[in-house]
């Protein structure tokens, strides 16, 4: 408790007003898909609301635009052009090209926001200190969805009252408490996302004080343990796999350590399964194990026509990235690929269209999107807007790959971490998440920051120190 009113102290003494707001938004991301009460079953991203009041108040108080603003605009309207002449050429309907003048105004919006708020913060601190607040301000949003979460937790194994429970539960989600806690969000899989990029940021970037590192980490990793959403182990296996092999350098003495300290993790997991495993986590598991062990095209479409989860976390990349021989690889449009959705399925796997689910979510003109960033961007805008976004991406991570190898900084280790995970993870998808372009906008900028402190190998003082 100590260290988490220190936090806020040092908080409330760093910042601008104008700043303050800003971390107001990271301390709402955990409860971004309903605030205190719902209204229906749509997600309501109170963070971005606040990021709007923040650039408009900005803007208000410098009473200018930058270059860089400016080109976003500029290719906000370029997509919406687009937008607009598929809506009215091909689809005779703008319901699309009217949600992605939402998104897409709003990424444009959050982009230079997090963008603004950083250069501000880096002409007074060092990145060491940018770190710091940014780190700081993830813990105490934690504060709160963790306190419920262990509440739904001992209530859903009769500990506690179950009304208790389900009168928090209540007041940020429309979805009842089942049978794993949700925090204090719509669902399992929004909170082990939300669990995850907190605890991947914290272990990477706090050192302050290991004895509240270690208990913090520990708490938090155990939630998740509990909050037993499948889609969530996948990323959190993934991000640690795609680290190990791209961003470590071969020491087999590590490997060792490392697949030693791994097979004791899975062992350990495996003794304890029956404690955080549900069944519907365990059937969804087993489909991931099934096409580890067996994969083959038959495999995959009879598990993609089988299970309706596992099509709209996995399914609808697959069918984004196929999209684009409908579209000659031109994209269909922001917003859009809900038009193109049915005959997807038709010609893709059509033995799901019986899948009472999904007839279900059709019926009622469900608006259906991909999970996934990149078969997103590639279904949308084509080739060339997935080879833009992938080129920046991939430029982005190669720069602190580099970093992190040739200086072994624990910074750009930790970027690298968050930078993998905010990609591969499924439910941070939408043009406008403000976890994904702040972890996008503070890894380049710190890389250039912090470049010379780091090639000296000596550590970086706030200015004024």
Not at 127 to 133: A, C, D, K, Y
Not at 267 to 280: P, T, V
Not at 319 to 324: K, P, R, W
Not at 414 to 439: A, D, E, H, K, R
């Amino acid at each position: 408790m100590r260290e988490l009113l220190y936090q806020l102290a040092y908080l409330r003494t760093q910042l601008t007003q104008l700043e303050k707001l800003f971390v107001w938004a990271i301390l709402f991301v955990s409860v971004d898909g309903f605030p205190l009460l719902p209204l229906n079953n749509e997600n309501r991203p109170l963070s971005t609301v606040i990021l709007l009041v923040y650039w408009i108040l900005q803007k208000l108080k410098s009473r200018s635009i930058s270059v860089f603003e400016i080109r976003l605009w500029l290719g906000l309207l370029v997509l919406l052009l687009f937008t607009f002449a598929k809506a009215y050429f091909v689809y005779h309907d703008f319901r699309g090209l009217f949600k992605f003048c939402i998104t897409g105004t709003l990424s444009v919006i959050t982009i230079a926001t997090c963008r603004h708020f950083l250069k501000g913060l880096l002409e007074r601190f060092s990145t060491t200190e940018v770190i710091r607040l940014l780190t700081y301000s993830l813990i105490l949003s934690s504060v709160l969805p963790i306190g419920i979460g262990y509440v739904q937790f001992f209530a859903i194994q009769g500990l506690l009252p179950m009304p208790i429970a389900n009168l928090f539960t209540s007041l940020f989600s429309y979805r009842p408490l089942l049978d794993r806690p949700q925090l204090t969000t719509t669902e399992a899989s929004h909170a082990a996302t939300y669990v995850l990029i907190v605890l991947f940021w914290v272990y990477s970037f706090y050192h302050d004080n290991p004895t509240f590192r270690r208990i913090y980490l520990t708490v938090l990793f155990v939630l998740f343990l509990l909050i037993s959403s499948s889609i969530g182990y996948v990323a959190f296996i993934g991000s640690l796999f795609i680290y190990w092999l791209f961003c470590t350098k071969v020491n087999f003495r590590r490997l060792f350590s490392n697949v030693s300290v791994g097979l004791i993790f899975i062992g350990l997991a495996y003794s304890l399964r029956d404690y955080f495993l549900i069944e519907y986590t365990v059937h969804h598991l087993s489909i991931v194990g099934d096409l580890l062990s067996s994969f083959s095209a038959d495999r995959l479409t009879y598990w993609l026509q089988e299970d309706y989860s596992f099509l709209e976390r996995f399914g609808t990349p697959l069918l984004g990235f196929l999209s684009l021989y409908d579209s000659s690889f031109l994209g269909i449009g922001g917003e859009s690929f809900y038009y193109i959705f049915p005959q997807l399925m038709s010609d893709y796997f059509p033995n799901m269209l019986t899948n009472p689910l999904l007839s279900e979510r059709m019926q009622l003109d469900a608006h259906f999107t991909v999970k996934f960033l990149p078969a997103k961007i590639a279904s949308e805008f084509g080739i060339w807007g997935f080879l833009l976004f992938m080129w920046f991406y991939v430029s982005t991570f190669n720069k602190i790959n580099h970093f992190q190898k040739e200086f072994n900084n624990p910074t750009y280790r930790g970027l690298c971490l968050c930078f993998i995970y905010t990609m591969i993870s499924t439910y941070m998808c939408s043009y406008f998440n403000f976890i994904v372009i702040l972890v996008f906008v503070v890894t380049p900028y710190l890389y250039f920051d912090d470049f010379e402190a780091v090639i000296h190998n000596t550590p970086t003082l706030p200015l004024g120190q």
